[in-house]
């Protein structure tokens, strides 16, 4: 049974800090994962897609990796600004539409 | 081009009662899945419908809940004689087919509340 962790959950750094987010996933056998961010009240966007075949991706400030022989994968935040306080969410694609979702970071960027 | 629209944004209901959630996709979409996140938790799958069918149910508790998606109209996620583990966030998410390639575009949630 695949199982998604985030770490840490919480995390908090100064204004313009590069950072790194973690997930880890039990079962090498995805399909993909995504990377979301989840705004308090607000619904859920997604950030990156990076398939099993690819082992990363990038848009703007932000770039995510995978390692899927070692389970891992991580969001890389570059020069964070109080915007990016959020809480990031990582969902392994354990089949062509089942998402299996970690807890989440909550990050807070303080200005 | 609208995005995936769920209503209402809260529900309260009291113990017993009924909670009907309904979500719209994405235009163009005919794929919709609907996810609920306990307070601290992270999301679980629940159902993946596509018009008219119930693809996938694995997720989502045998006993008073159903969902479903009519060929017009929104889906539909009810919960019969709701109890207070049922308060949570339901998310809805739509994507244009089925596939590994496919991102899934997700509604705001609908926050339930059972008193």
Known sequence: KQEVTQIPAALSVPEGE???????????????????????????????LIQSSQREQTSGRLNASLDK???????YIA????????????AVGDSNYQLIW??????IIKP | NAGVMQNPRHLVRRRGQEARLRCSPMKGHSHVYWYRQLPEEGLKFMVYLQ??????????????FSAEFPKEGPSILRIQ?????DSAAYFCASS?????????????GTRLSIL
Not at chain 1, 69 to 75: A, H, M, N, P
Not at chain 1, 79 to 90: E, H, K, N, R
Not at chain 2, 81 to 85: E, F, H, I, L, P
């Open chain 1, 69 to 75: 022989s070692s389970g891992r994968s991580t969001l």
């Open chain 2, 51 to 64: 018009k008219e069918n119930i693809i996938d149910e694995s997720g989502m508790p045998k006993e008073r």
């Open chain 1, 102 to 107: 970690g807890a989440g970071t909550k990050l």
């Open chain 1, 18 to 48: 590069n950072l790194v987010l973690n997930c880890s996933f039990t079962d090498s056998a995805i399909y993909n994962l995504q990377w979301f961010r989840q705004d308090p009240g607000k619904g859920l966007t997604s950030l990156l």
């Open chain 2, 81 to 85: 004689q709701v109890v207070r583990g």
């Open chain 2, 96 to 108: 244009p087919e089925q596939g590994y390639n496919q991102p899934q575009h997700f509604g705001d």
């Open chain 1, 79 to 90: 020069a964070s600004q109080p915007g990016d306080s959020a809480t990031y969410l990582c």
